[in-house]
């Protein structure tokens, strides 16, 4: 029975008499109560000494005169699937390279901000550009999500984790520390400075820079210190926009408690912004340019050469020590390029109608000259060295800028930005540890680093019929690089044949000595010479 407006309806005895499982009840239900479901029995309760039945879940329907049951779905839609098919090669090369790296943050930060810290580095230089809401997706579609599982990168968590990140600067702080310590006394660090694009105007960072005429928006600096030994970035900081390189100079170097090494920096970082630090830290050293038009050159007449560089005749130098200063000079000049700089000027000058012979000869004294300064009294082949290495952190900034995307900082906050560019630095430092392992294998003399991590994209394992995960077939020529990167197995060589006779030995000619021990066989005569052509007699068949 069921009720139906103030009145008690039986169950019509048509829809009772459908066959259905046993232990169930007909159930009607519907705004007309003109639909009937069929519920399994589950069980009785004891109430005030009557056996009350207890119904369960409806198993099923009478519809047109039938039982039909629910059929329960025995698979899962497939948004709800799991992931069976991941980029593995890149995460595990950078994982590879890059988990040393791993220590070093917990040191500072406690164990699950270092692992989302280490995943988001790993994550930008695997897809360059990626925005932070897009780092979710990416971490579950590669093999990060199986390495480092359960790692919170949702948007709103990494939202608030850059902002907190930004917030506790100290941490970051003492990670660069600790990580110049570790820098050897006679490794050169090489300093220089990016300009970022930040239109914010809700951070002190962003202002506009000496760049706004030409770019017409504002930035942020970011200095950077690069171990040139070891090919890797030691530190980094940021400052706003508008402040001198050299005004920043100093603080950089205080900050992050650079006490040795030898400074190799541009015009841009001259030893007097710095003095006071040079001078407390004795193991800490400077190799600078001074500007062309510096008193020091006049009064010790470095552009007058007294030799010529050992290891390159195109080269002269002079070598002075500066008077009543810990400091030497060093000047060089390259007949090539000073070739070049006058084949510039007489082209511009051309071009404007600027043309002086006095000006000409004045100015072809410094063309292709280059005057360091240096607390340390060296060969000048050294100076001249170690100072063209210093070419170096130009790649760095190339590849910090196109390589890793990380032209402009794309939050607005300035705790955000402070804690968005840590991340970056890791990236960077990752960079630099994959190009020195390309190096390394050899592989940059016929692929660029961009080649190369799209090759390294393509390889993917796959997870089929819920067994291992597994690669999925790619071109031979690919699997060559994975072999040479050790990520797979490189194929056993050969087994190798077993040397045989040496040539020539079955002819060689023996001693007459040999020749009368071997016994002599003796051979049937063969057929005489030319028989077998010869005419036969006449009469015969």
């Known amino acids: 029975?069921?009720?139906?407006?103030?009145?008690?309806?039986?169950?019509?005895?048509?829809?009772?008499?459908?066959?259905?499982?046993?232990?169930?009840?007909?159930?009607?239900?519907?705004?007309?109560?003109?639909?009937?479901?069929?519920r399994q029995r589950v069980g009785c309760r004891n109430i005030d000494g009557r056996h009350l039945p207890v119904n369960g879940p409806t198993i099923g329907h009478i519809i047109d005169g039938r039982y039909v049951p629910i059929i329960k779905e025995t698979t899962a839609p497939v948004s709800q699937a799991g992931i069976d098919m991941k980029d593995w090669a890149d995460i595990i090369l950078c994982d590879n390279v890059f988990r040393r790296m791993l220590p070093e943050l917990q040191k500072v930060y406690c164990q699950a901000d270092a692992q989302k810290l280490y995943c988001i580095a790993i994550l930008r230089v695997c897809d360059p550009g990626i925005k932070d809401n897009e780092l979710k997706a990416a971490y579950d579609d590669c093999f990060l999500s199986e390495l480092y599982p359960d790692a919170a990168l949702s948007k709103n968590t990494v939202s608030a984790f850059l902002q907190n990140l930004g917030k506790a600067v100290s941490k970051i702080v003492q990670f660069m520390r600790n990580r110049t310590a570790a820098v050897s006394m006679d490794h050169h660090l090489l300093v220089d400075g990016t300009l970022k694009s930040d239109e914010s105007s809700v951070n002190s960072l962003s202002d506009f820079s000496w760049k706004a005429k030409i770019k017409g928006r504002r930035d942020i600096?970011?200095?950077?210190?690069?171990?040139?030994?070891?090919?890797?970035?030691v530190c980094s900081k940021c400052f706003p926009g508008n402040m001198l390189d050299s005004t920043s100079y100093e603080s950089f170097i205080t900050e992050n408690r650079i006490t040795k090494g030898i400074i190799a920096a541009d015009k841009g970082f001259p030893e007097s912004a710095a003095h006071e630090q040079f001078v407390e830290h004795p193991d800490l050293h400077y190799l600078n340019p001074i500007k062309r038009n510096s008193k020091f050159i006049e009064r010790h007449h470095m552009l007058?050469?007294?030799?010529?560089?050992?290891?390159?005749?195109?080269?002269?130098?002079?070598?002075?020590?500066?008077?009543?200063?810990?400091?030497?000079?060093?000047?060089?000049?390259?007949?090539?390029?000073?070739?070049?700089?006058?084949q510039d000027w007489l082209r511009r000058a051309k071009k404007n109608g600027t043309y002086d012979l006095d000006v000409l000869k004045k100015k072809q004294r410094t063309f292709g000259t280059i005057v360091l300064e240096c607390d340390l009294d060296i060969p000048p082949e050294v100076a001249y060295k170690a100072y063209s290495k210093r070419w170096e952190i130009e790649i760095v900034m190339r590849f910090y800028k196109s390589a890793c995307d990380f032209d402009e900082t794309r939050v607005h906050d300035g705790y955000s930005v402070i804690g968005s560019e840590f991340c970056d630095f890791l990236a960077a430092v990752l960079t630099?540890?994959?190009?020195?392992?390309?190096?390394?294998?050899?592989?940059?003399?016929?692929?660029?680093?961009?080649?190369?991590?799209?090759?390294?994209?393509?390889?993917?394992?796959?997870?089929?019929?819920?067994?291992?995960?597994?690669?999925?077939r790619i071109n031979p020529s690919h699997t060559v690089i994975l072999q040479t990167l050790g990520l797979l197995p490189k194929p056993e060589e050969p087994p190798k044949k077993k040397r045989g006779r040496p040539k020539g030995s079955k002819n060689q000619t023996k001693s007459p000595k040999e020749k009368s021990e071997q016994p002599v066989v003796k051979r049937r005569p063969g057929r005489p010479k030319g028989s077998k052509n010869r005419p036969k007699p006449t009469g015969q068949s």
């Open 1 to 38: 029975d069921y009720t139906k407006g103030d009145l008690k309806v039986p169950i019509p005895k048509e829809i009772l008499a459908v066959e259905r499982p046993k232990n169930t009840v007909v159930i009607a239900y519907g705004k007309n109560k003109d639909r009937f479901a069929v």
């Open 221 to 233: 600096s970011v200095l950077f210190a690069f171990d040139l030994e070891e090919m890797e970035l």
């Open 304 to 342: 007058d050469f007294t030799g010529i560089l050992p290891g390159d005749e195109s080269i002269t130098y002079r070598k002075e020590k500066c008077e009543g200063l810990d400091k030497w000079l060093y000047s060089f000049r390259d007949s090539s390029k000073a070739a070049a700089e006058e």
């Open 432 to 472: 630099f540890r994959l190009l020195k392992t390309f190096g390394q294998a050899g592989l940059l003399e016929r692929y660029t680093y961009k080649k190369l991590l799209s090759i390294l994209v393509r390889a993917k394992k796959a997870r089929l019929d819920q067994r291992d995960w597994q690669l999925i």
